[in-house]
């Protein structure tokens, strides 16, 4: 007797126990001696009884599934999917399922938090496009199950995070910029809600104060993270700053209103204004002139967050997970076209 | 007692039957007598027993969970994200979970279909992607559970079918450039294994016929429904066919390819050469000029996939869903600017 067709049934029975003390055994409830779940434990692994995904929800700990949690579908928001399918395939190799639980907006309707994973069957939850001011965000503090946050984080001890080391790339872009020839850049940065914003600006003023260059704050203004932000950010920056020759954008959206912007201007990018982004988003490729940017490499962003779920449920601490940003040059920065 | 603390440990004591046997009478197992059954059901709804959902489906028929089934992710394959928000926004409406189960490549590598829902616990199944050739499109003959395709339609008594309406949108599309004084247009089509590729063709036909304008095969080549295939589709008629004022893509991919194409030639758009793309991704509002194309709505598609399989689980037949396609003028077809 030993393989596929061993059911619960047949470890109680060898154990000499009830079919709920063997279920008990495998979810680690603490009404049960540790000596007797050893027992059990060690019969179901000797008839090589393996629970089924179901069985395993209801017996065991684990479910075999992970949740994300993501923004309210916008338009251009594809980037999202393209973490999700990279998170789901490295979870399908680890043997996990993985289903986009809510949105954002949604899971903070939910009163208790940490209710959610029990009732929805999942083992742990990846949480993108979270910002500082929800309510959630300090909810999650005292989270009960792993849970991995991206572009931001949070103390608490089943929480990891992973993210673009947003410092690093925003100095890549500027420091990009200052090798093309310019002195006064100006930075269009997200909004204050979003803690990559604050990293983004450090990276700014981090490429400028190692050039010895000055740093003049007013060059330095909200788009929001939108197309139309970015767009009359550009224009008010332009039409008061005569000075300016280079635009570092917070993101490709922004990057691409305040080019839209440029041009209605008369203005040549990157000949009279560079441009540079943030994101590598599909459209720096269509755009003209195609957006200079630093990408995110969201395969890897999905496929981490995937095995720190896995990790943290096989007992490692949760970790900070930074992704290397990558400067990728296109034709809005640099004047002599290759 | 009564509410949502009852377990099945509750109803068991009460019916003084075993656990075993309340989840098998729940289960409907069929080595339990019927009127025991009704017994344990009866004491179940007295005690207002409320299986949760892994029980649920240890023991109803419904699991409250449909699958979608993507393609294998590629750049710009955005718009099924899309889709999948809307579908599953509707399903969570209606009381439905939903999860992305596998891409259309990973599914045909399961040699059971048929199985695929019983082991993953849903209801229903949402294809996307799927070729005409391929074989697990005639494996769907015989699935045997409800099932929703998009922009592919097959004869079985579980399979309903959404798509948009894609003769009546090339035809737009033709007809639109025709108005615009065009006579000579060109159609670059996607790949033979897509049933929108005929239907399309059908609908630059139609529009031509209609009009009692000449049809001539040579007009019409494969863009491959790629960026590159449309480029160099554009290219090659252009350079053999000097008649041409006008091209229609099957996919706004393929037509930004085009104009690439036809920009790299030294030709304007739409002054030398007018353009009109097929879906409405996100990339028509950046490019250079904005491309004019036939709308999909991927919001009513999702959502019309949703409530299909909710209704065919409530006992409706299966259907055909045909979405009106809208043609969104811009920049790319139109020669006075407004």
Redo the contacts between chains.
């Keep these: 007797m030993q393989g596929k067709n061993i059911t619960i049934r047949d470890v109680a029975k060898k154990a000499g126990v009830s079919?709920?003390t063997v279920s008990r055994a495998f979810n680690k409830y603490e009404d049960i001696s540790e000596s007797t779940r050893e027992h059990i434990l060690k019969i179901a692994a000797e008839l090589g009884y393996h629970p089924n995904?179901?069985a395993k929800?209801?017996s065991a700990n684990r479910n075999y599934r992970m949740a994300i949690i993501v923004e309210d579908?916008m338009?251009?928001?594809?980037?999202?999917?393209?973490i999700?399918?990279?998170f789901?395939?490295e979870l399908?190799e680890q043997g996990y399922?993985?289903?986009?639980l809510?949105t954002t907006t949604?899971i903070q309707k939910v009163e208790n938090l940490s209710k959610i994973p029990h009732?929805?069957?999942v083992d742990g939850v990846f949480i993108l496009g979270l910002k500082m001011t929800d309510e959630y965000f300090k909810q999650l503090e005292s989270f009960k199950y792993p849970c991995v946050l991206y572009d931001i984080s949070i103390k608490n001890d089943l929480c990891s995070s992973v993210g673009v080391d947003n410092v690093k790339g925003a100095a890549k872009a500027v420091e990009h910029l200052i090798e093309q020839g310019h002195e006064k850049i100006a930075f269009i940065n997200g909004h204050e809600d979003a803690q990559v914003s604050y990293e983004r600006l450090d990276g700014y003023y981090l490429a400028l104060a190692r050039q010895g260059l000055l740093i003049d704050k007013n060059l330095v203004i909200s788009g929001g993270f939108s197309f139309d932000g970015g767009k009359e950010a550009a224009v008010k920056l332009i039409g008061e700053h005569k000075e300016v020759t280079a635009i570092f954008c917070a993101s490709d959206l922004m990057a691409?209103g305040a080019m839209e912007g440029i041009k209605e201007m008369g203005l040549c990018i990157p000949e009279d204004i560079a441009v540079v982004g943030f994101d590598d988003i599909?459209?720096c490729e269509?755009?003209?002139p195609k957006l200079t940017t630093i990408r995110q490499e969201r395969d890897k962003i999905g496929r981490t967050a995937a095995l720190q779920l896995v990790e943290m449920i096989n007992g490692k601490s949760p970790a900070r997970s930074i992704i290397e940003p990558k400067l990728i040059v296109r034709e809005s920065s640099v004047k002599i076209k290759k």
């Design positions: 079919i709920s995904i179901v929800s209801l579908y338009p251009d928001d594809y980037a999202t999917y393209e999700f399918m990279a789901r395939s399908s399922e993985s289903i986009i809510s949604d009732e929805k069957q691409c599909n459209i269509y755009v003209t």
